[in-house]
């Protein structure tokens, strides 16, 4: 009997240890932000004392702030769903105020998303100008917006040249074709149409005034016209 509380003492001894160094090197884990580490550390001072409150809460606090690295690192990437998934998971200020400035740049990147969409390219100066267009997303947005808006310019100014054929042949490249039903595209091809029918009409009426014309001249110099 008393070898076995010997060896229980022995043992309560060995998980004191086991817990108060796993403590200890969350602690430090967790002071150098190195929160992978912490987390480890946590579940082992609590493997040694199951339920301990100080471990738990050493651990609660390690993977809070491990979500809130990883979430911070999504939103300067601009992964900004990603990102609010993880603060939505903690009620704490500070992932709560990283969750408003997620939505607010989602907010924005999706109005500008949508302006795109229909051809307005208005916003691109206003964007250019956030701190947040360096992200992906607004870079690539911007560039292809940029393309876009630089399309139409040529576009609008062959239209002020009455270049018709050279409208219509702008359309035909594959690369006009994505935003070839977008408002302004559609209208300016729209006028290239028109200019099209009008002139096969005024071709038309040419050719028939050229068959009466002709058709005078046979009867005055007497010249049977084959039928």
């Not at 817990?19 to 992978?36: C, F, I, S, T, V």
């Not at 690295?69 to 601009?78: H, V």
């Not at 393309?147 to 409208?167: C, P, Y």
Request: charge should be positive; glycine fraction near 4%.
């Amino acid at each position: 009997k008393a070898k076995g509380l010997l060896a229980q003492a022995q043992e309560r001894k060995t998980k004191q240890a086991d817990y108060d160094k796993a403590l200890a090197a969350a602690r430090e884990a967790l002071a150098k932000e190195n929160y992978a580490e912490a987390i480890s550390q946590a579940n082992l001072a609590l493997k040694a004392q199951p339920g301990d409150s100080t471990a738990s809460q050493l651990l609660t606090q390690a993977q809070q702030k491990q979500d809130l690295q990883k979430a911070r690192a999504l939103f300067d990437q601009g992964n900004y769903d990603d990102s609010l998934a993880l603060c939505s998971s903690h009620h704490d200020p500070a992932s709560n105020s990283l969750a408003e400035s997620n939505r607010a740049e989602r907010a924005a990147f999706n109005g500008a998303n949508t302006k795109f969409s229909a051809g307005d390219y208005l916003f691109i100066e206003q964007l250019r100008s956030q701190s947040y267009s360096g992200k992906k997303p607004f870079v690539d947005l911007l560039s292809n917006a940029a393309k876009e808006k630089n399309a139409l310019g040529e576009l609008e100014a062959l239209k002020q040249a009455n270049k018709w054929k050279e409208v219509k042949a702008k359309f035909l490249d594959a690369a006009s074709r994505d935003f070839a039903s977008k408002k302004p595209f559609a209208e300016l091809l729209q006028w290239a149409d028109e200019q099209a029918k009008i002139k096969n009409i005024e071709t038309a009426g040419e050719i028939d005034k050229c068959k009466r014309d002709f058709a005078i001249l046979a009867v005055e110099l007497r010249v049977k016209l084959p039928k």
